[in-house]
């Protein structure tokens, strides 16, 4: 697949077969692609935690508002950063640059995916259900999976040249 039609392809995925997991293989390519965003200074401040635990996976979604399809998609990824090697407060940036890169990665492949925000408001329930340390703050979970069915539906346009401003505000 060539990366413009990864990137104008790629879409939210809320419905998986169940009792499907992602090899392993396929999952540490997924993440290496994340681990090759661009980050302030290259400080890589990311760190991920993969779910495929059932219980753990229910648990999660049981208690994310946005999150009711985890458990079938059958592996969730924690998106979070390290704040003793964040640089200069973009952390959050950085695991979000890393974050779109794991998705696209994984689309290329052909599993689904979706992001759900963790960073602010379910951040502590997170902190706890995974017993993290305090410097380790989870931004983001994505479900990853094989969706349930090939989306043949047209793309939305979303090119919008009045947002582009030429050297300044007009």
Not at 157 to 169: K, Q, S
């Amino acid at each position: 697949m060539k990366s413009d039609e990864a990137i104008f392809h790629r879409r939210s995925v809320r419905q998986y077969e169940k009792d499907f997991q992602i090899p392993n293989s396929d999952l540490e390519q997924i993440l290496k692609a994340a681990m090759y965003a661009p980050s302030a200074m290259n400080k890589q401040p990311w760190e991920f935690i993969v779910l495929t635990d059932k219980s753990l996976l229910d648990k999660v979604q049981n208690n994310h508002p946005y999150a009711s399809f985890l458990s079938d998609a059958g592996t969730g990824i924690i998106v979070c950063v390290d704040l003793t090697r964040e640089y200069n407060g973009m952390g959050i940036i950085d695991v979000s640059l890393a974050s779109q890169n794991l998705m696209l990665m994984a689309h290329t492949m052909g599993y689904g995916s979706c992001y759900c925000g963790i960073f602010p408001e379910h951040t502590d329930h997170f902190l706890e259900l995974l017993d993290l340390p305090e410097h380790i703050i989870p931004i983001g979970l994505i479900a990853l999976g094989k969706p349930a069915s090939s989306s043949t539906s047209t793309v939305k346009e979303r090119f919008d040249p009045t947002r582009i401003h030429l050297n300044g505000w007009e």
